[in-house]
């Protein structure tokens, strides 16, 4: 019987650039940590455990609309990302590992399959110290893989200036 993993990535620190992103159990224990950015080609992300160890990477391989990302377990890839956008909705395809990527970017929610068997799901989360995205996990093993996944899925929606803003700061200029 296999028991899914919860982890917490805090919504905010998804967006920023060069400050490292820590990943949370269910009780706000650090968990992972999380360097890098994305946006460029040979951008990527690497996952750590909380001592520093190297654990796993994705890379960003190509450019534009519809980008593509590398993933690697210790130094061997394992798969490789091409994203495609409908509508409303994400689709995402890991190969090697043969994985769907369903996402509902209105909602903020995604899946991940291996044929009929959820891998990941990741939610949105409003807790008392902040919005959260929420992963659950199905096996241990698929931990890394789903860290640095969920880090490309909201791409377009997370806001991505490190100036919080501020209420009621609306000026009107006139001629």
Same mark, same amino acid.
């Given at each position: =019987?296999?028991?899914?993993?919860? +982890? ?5 620190? =998804? !967006? ?8 949370? $159990? %269910? ?17 990527? /992300? ?9 654990? !796993? ?6 450019? *534009? ?8 377990? *210790?130094?061997?890839?394992? *798969? !490789?990302?091409?994203? =495609? ?7 995402? /395809?890991?190969?090697?590992? $043969? ?5 509902? +970017?209105? $909602? ?16 949105? %989360?409003? +807790?008392?110290? *902040? #919005? ?20 490309? /899925? #909201? ?16 000026? !009107? %200029?006139? $001629?």
């Amino acid at each position: =019987m296999t028991s899914v993993v919860q +982890l917490y990535i805090k919504e905010q620190l =998804m !967006a920023s650039r060069g400050v490292p992103i820590i990943v949370c $159990n %269910a009780t706000k224990q650090p968990q992972y940590l999380v360097t890098g950015r994305r946006g460029l080609r040979q951008d990527s /992300f690497t996952l750590y455990t909380v001592a520093g160890q190297y654990i !796993a990477e994705i890379r960003q391989t190509t450019l *534009g609309i519809f980008p593509r990302f590398d993933i690697f377990v *210790g130094k061997q890839k394992v *798969g !490789a990302v091409k994203k =495609m956008y409908g509508v409303w909705h994400q689709f995402q /395809f890991v190969s090697d590992l $043969n994985w769907i990527v369903m996402g509902d +970017l209105i $909602n903020h929610h995604y899946k991940v399959y291996h044929r009929t068997e959820t891998i990941l799901t990741m939610d949105k %989360a409003i +807790l008392s110290d *902040g #919005d959260y995205y929420q992963l659950q996990i199905t096996h241990e093993s698929d931990v890394p893989v789903c860290i640095l996944l969920s880090l490309i /899925f #909201d791409h377009w929606v997370v806001r991505r200036d490190k100036k919080p803003q501020k209420g009621g700061s609306f000026k !009107a %200029a006139y $001629n």
